[in-house]
């Protein structure tokens, strides 16, 4: 058969699957691997909100990072099966607010399978320009309206212009790292 032939039986195969049943593609890496991979790279933590037509959410996420200066941009990546992706969907408003020290118990909170209610009813919030939450506790909290999404295999990227930033009272942070929380930044 050839190489053409080859690509034709692969394409109709994959578009009669789901994300989910998908096999790795010929050559790749397995999921397990790239994870472990991944598992070596030191991340912020960050609580990714939102409110408007679609509902207030939250959830915890360390796929976070800055686009560029002009104009201000950071994306974030988003599980399509997660609980909040239809409230993501349908607003516009997002805030990023990134944790500090202290905050394990709020990631886990937001990266849990708890009900929405009682992860917001945990902390104290005010309300961004854009209509998003922002978390009164964070390091610093990122104000966004989106203005772009591309999906890529389960996850949906949002591209977030950043209206405005408020810096928390604290200098430290917390980083993801080797499936493990550390605090870095912590003076005394
Ligand atoms: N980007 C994502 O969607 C992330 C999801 N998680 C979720 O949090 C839970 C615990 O994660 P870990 O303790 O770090 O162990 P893990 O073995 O599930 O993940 C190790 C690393 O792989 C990456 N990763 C995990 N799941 C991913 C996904 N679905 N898509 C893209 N990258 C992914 C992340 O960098 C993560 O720190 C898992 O359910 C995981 O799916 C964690 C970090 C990032
Ligand atoms: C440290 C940490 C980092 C995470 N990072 C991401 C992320 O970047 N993108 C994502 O879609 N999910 C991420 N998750 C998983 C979501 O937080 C989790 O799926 C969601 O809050 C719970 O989903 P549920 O509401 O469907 O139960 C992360 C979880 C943890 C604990």
Redesign the pocket.
Known sequence: MSVAQNLHVDDSRHAALSIATMPPPVGGLSREDYRNAMARLGAA?NIITTDGPGGRAG??????SSVTDTPPTLLV???RS???YPAFRDNQALCVNTLGPGHQHL??L????TPMAQRFAACDWKTAASGAPILAQAAVSFDCRVTSRTCIGT?EVLFCQVLAVELGAGTGSLV?FDRRYHEIGVSG
Do not use: M, P
């Open positions: 933590v959830f915890t996420a360390s796929a976070v990546c988003l599980n997660a609980s909040v990631s886990n937001f990266g849990g399978k996850h993801y």
